[in-house]
């Protein structure tokens, strides 16, 4: 089973700032199963990339997507006060799907 | 609009057994493989089961395999996750989600139901 390590385990920036969120997997993951969720408290997740570095529908040009192999990186350019989530990355890959731990994106 | 909704969820005792529904509409539900992904309090996401559009593939996290069965009716637009011998470990909140096979992700996500098993 593949295992998704998300660093850092929280994060505290302020809006207007540029978040860099990492995604690191136990072995080689496909990019075209990689992608980033985020969710805010009492909601579910919602999609932001697939793909690795594809924005879904509606997803703000902030959010971008990257890496390849074992590491994968989620950037927001600019934070927004909506920003401010869990964010999550997820992979599929030998009938197994798996979920990072989560990277918790605070306002400091 | 793409719609999923989840019920069934409720207090069951350890060892007991619930039935989750999932309700779809606003896409052709017999198109799109379908997941059963769970979050437990204050915690992260835990993919549960997956199924193929026409039932075909199946598959399970290990932690559920053996005690969990997805299975889904086309022509209801319904999945469904049945879930015997519950443990104090599988109470979360379980989403049911809509996997797009273009885009190889969990595209659509349901509210949640939540399963709490006490005693």
């Not at chain 1, 980033?36 to 509606?58: C, E, H, M, N, V």
């Not at chain 2, 539900?29 to 559009?53: C, D, H, T």
């Amino acid at each position: 089973e593949i295992v998704l390590t998300q660093s850092p385990g929280t994060l505290s920036l302020s809006p207007g700032e540029r978040a860099t969120l990492s995604c690191r997997a136990s072995q080689s993951v496909s990019s075209t199963y990689l992608a980033w969720y985020q969710q805010k408290p009492g909601q579910p997740p919602r999609l932001l990339i697939y793909g690795a570095s594809s924005r879904a529908t509606g997803i703000p040009d902030r959010f971008s997507g990257s890496g390849s192999g074992t590491d994968f990186t989620l950037t927001i350019s600019r934070l927004e006060p909506e920003d401010f989530a869990v964010y999550f990355c997820q992979q599929y890959g030998s009938s197994q799907f798996t979920f990072g731990p989560g990277t918790k994106l605070d306002i400091k | 609009e793409v719609q999923l909704v989840e019920s069934g969820g409720g207090l069951v005792q350890p060892g007991g057994s619930l039935r989750l529904s999932c309700a779809a509409s606003g896409f052709t539900f017999s198109s799109y493989n379908m997941g059963w992904v769970r979050q437990a309090p204050g915690k992260g996401l835990e993919w549960v089961s997956y199924i193929s559009g026409g039932s075909i593939t199946i598959f399970y996290a290990d932690s559920v395999k053996g005690r969990f069965t997805i299975s889904r009716d086309n022509a209801k637009n319904s999945l469904y996750l049945h879930m015997n011998s519950l443990r104090a470990e599988d109470t979360a909140v379980y989403y049911c989600a809509s996997w797009d096979i273009g885009t190889h992700c969990f595209d659509n996500w349901g509210q949640g139901t939540l399963v709490t098993v006490s005693s």
